[in-house]
DNA sequence: CGTGAAAGGGTTCACTC
DNA sequence: GAGTGAACCCTTTCACG
């Protein structure tokens, strides 16, 4: 994809932790001129280790208050049964993420949710008629421990 | 905590997507003056709304090729067992998530690792060595379906 | 791969309504 | 709360080492 060396990582950890940091700011961290930051990072940019920049906001302030981690199965796994499916799980805008999964269940989801009867909702009205499921099972967040945007680097 | 009203909104959809956007180029989005925008944004940001900026890196790229979940239960839930597990959780790097739940483990943790051998040595030195840990279960993503960073605004 | 300079554009004031 | 203008700072690109 892309060689990345000692001086690109300084990048990439700068920004996972600052995403909006200016390229003068940045190119001091790592020790380099304004120029040659700059274009590392268009080259990291276009050469897609860097995938986007994105805002993190407090779901407590825009008044979701619940994590709900729910794992599903369903009847079957033929391609057009996880296709069908997963059309629809994206169509959810309380859907956070969602991976298809080894083990017991096929899917597991994270949901955020206003409140508990807004889960009940969201359950009732999008879970539950969800294509090819047979088998749905949730469990709530009590408190966030951990939440990193990305894995730590070196 | 704040109050978020429609134009709030619209800057806070807009920086979800495009975290680096210029102050100038998403005043012209919301129809704002660049000043007022300005504004604003310190606002959201100062009052907590707005928790941070990250860039999403390609786990690919940095040769991080698996997610695992793993569900993690301890040998009681009084809180010098919770802190004890939770300090030693967070030196672990390649814990991407870690929540706190109800139901029938104690603890839902989202790892990245690079491969299966890699993913054996975190759960060999991390997870197996964390404190109070009486059972592990973990599952292994085949793929994602979506990793949204927030939450679908109105 | 790095530097420095220059042009263009962005951010942030004080001020105004 | 929002807009304007001006000073200042930043980004980007260029020629060059």
Redesign the pocket.
């Given at each position: 994809m892309h060689d990345v060396d000692t001086?690109d990582i300084a990048i990439l950890k700068t920004l996972q932790r600052e995403g909006r940091i200016?390229?003068?700011?940045l190119a001091e961290r790592v020790g380099?001129?304004?120029?040659?930051c700059?274009?590392?990072?268009?080259h990291l940019e276009k050469s897609g280790v860097i995938k986007g920049y994105h805002a993190r906001l407090a779901h407590k302030a825009l008044d979701y208050r619940m994590i709900a981690i729910v794992n599903i199965s369903l009847s079957g796994q033929f391609a057009k049964t996880l296709a069908e499916f997963e059309a629809a799980v994206k169509l959810c805008p309380n859907v956070l993420v969602c991976y298809l999964m080894s083990g017991e269940y096929d899917y597991t989801l994270r949901i955020a949710a206003r409140d508990l009867e807004d889960y009940e909702r969201i359950h009732r009205d999008w879970l539950s008629a969800l294509p090819h499921v047979v088998k749905i099972n949730s469990s709530f967040a009590l408190r966030e421990v951990i939440d990193r945007p990305n894995v730590g680097l070196g």
């Open positions: 001086i200016s390229n003068a700011a380099l001129s304004a120029s040659a700059s274009r590392r990072l268009d």
